[in-house]
């Protein structure tokens, strides 16, 4: 896993997890952690939620709004729920959080670290020089309002924070890891998310060490207020029409998420869309053939297990289209289409008894999951299958028998009265 992954542009976006979709991302993040833990270990967990491609999929497969900054906090709220019960038996804690909450990480890091026996104060500091480099070192127009520090019982962490410009209604979201870390103040992040928005003062660029220098030894001979006049006078005598200097900046990659709600044929991926639905029409059957035997679980289940699977088991690059993993199953507010509660309930169950007899030495469900991963790789160069426009169309055409809700309420029965309003709330998170 590369150390830096990219950036992001996440607009921020009204309304908030209704109770009946916060619930299920706690029991599918939890259950999806627990899969990727058995197979790759935990390291391999905190690599991947230091990837900003891969974390906005995750968000997005578990019904969050695919483009938005609320999958941040969602998620992070999510897994603290879902993994905190867990912590005994996988050794990974999730402190921190939103607001308030973000305060506490340091004391919450001293109480775990006194039960499972790392060193708690050093990474209560580490948790404050953490967020004071991202609000102070890094000065790119961006207010911290998220915190959240995930750590294994032998120390290794990941921090995941976010930060927000409201002017411009946007939001940004650094990533870091422990491993391979070698300095807080010489490029540190594993990745930054956010759009370019004109020149950044990043002074944890390595090639800013002689400016570091350079601002202790001006405090120390000069002191603040010759600082500031000296400053003042720079300013004065700066021509207004002078050309600004280039940013010395290194780009990122960036995934663009638009303001739009809607999902859009160009924000897929359509070879790897069909590859996952022609995974699950010619592995299903054969993997999971007493499973479809019993009643709820059928096609358009495994439909959304194979999305399920490569958000377990696929290689970074396959994450630069977030979008594509809403439509297993589907967003709160009903884009690409309502939430399916009949499918998603289904997926929870599916993975859980993977899961719990994987525990017990039984890996042939979860095995039957990574098969269909593969699969899908195989046949996306060659399968036919709807386009992007005639899935999403299908499936709201469908949505009722699937029990399909939103924040708006359950969707109506096809040529019921009335239909489901198409805005969001206005609240931001």
């Not at 580490?126 to 004071?132: D, G, L, P, Y």
């Not at 053939?289 to 970074?316: D, I, N, Q, S, Y």
């Amino acid at each position: 896993m590369v150390r830096r992954a990219g950036s992001a542009d996440l607009p921020l976006h009204g309304g908030r997890v209704p109770k009946w979709l916060a619930d299920r991302m706690t029991r599918l993040g939890a259950v999806m952690s627990q899969a990727i833990v058995h197979h790759y270990g935990r390291d391999e967990l905190l690599r991947r939620l230091a990837h900003p491609f891969w974390f906005q999929s995750f968000g997005a497969v578990m019904g969050m709004d695919w483009h938005s900054s609320g999958i941040t906090t969602s998620v992070m709220g999510a897994l603290k729920r879902g993994l905190t019960p867990l912590s005994g038996e996988l050794g990974i804690h999730v402190c921190g959080g939103r607001g308030s909450h973000s305060r506490q990480t340091p004391q919450e890091l001293a109480s775990i670290g006194d039960r499972v026996g790392f060193d708690g104060a050093a990474l209560a500091t580490t948790s404050r020089m953490v967020a004071k480099v991202d609000s102070a070192a890094v000065q790119d127009g961006f207010d911290l309002y998220l915190h959240g520090f995930i750590v294994t019982d032998d120390g290794r962490w990941v921090v995941v924070q976010q930060g927000m410009n409201g002017e411009r209604r946007q939001a940004r979201r650094y990533h870091w890891l422990s491993e391979g870390l070698k300095s807080f103040v010489d490029e540190p992040h594993a990745a930054i998310d956010g759009i370019e928005q004109g020149e950044i003062i990043n002074l944890t660029d390595r090639r800013a060490d002689a400016s570091r220098r350079g601002q202790l030894d001006l405090l120390q001979s000069m002191g603040p207020d010759r600082i500031i006049g000296e400053l003042a006078t720079l300013e004065r005598r700066s021509a207004p029409s002078a050309a600004p200097a280039a940013s010395q900046q290194l780009l990122l990659p960036h995934l663009v998420m638009p303001a739009r709600h809607d999902v859009r044929p160009s924000d897929v991926l359509a070879h790897r869309l069909h590859g996952n639905l022609a995974a699950a029409a010619d592995r299903g059957p054969t993997d999971f053939a007493e499973l479809l035997l019993v009643p709820g679980v059928g096609a358009r289940t495994v439909r959304a297990l194979a999305m399920v699977a490569e958000v377990v088991h696929g290689a970074p690059f396959r994450f630069s289209d977030p979008a594509r993993f809403s439509l297993a199953h589907g967003g709160k507010d009903r884009h690409p289409f309502p939430v399916p509660l009949k499918v998603y309930d289904q997926t929870i169950r599916v993975l859980k008894s993977a899961v719990q007899n994987a525990r017990l030495g039984r890996d042939e469900e979860l095995a039957a999951l990574q098969r269909l991963d593969d699969q899908a790789r195989r046949l996306e160069r060659q399968a036919e299958a709807p386009s992007v426009r005639d899935f999403i169309e299908h499936e709201r055409g469908q949505s009722h028998s699937y029990g399909g809700r939103s924040v708006f309420g359950w969707e109506p029965a096809p040529g019921g009265n009335g239909e489901a309003p198409r805005a969001a709330p206005k609240n931001r998170k």
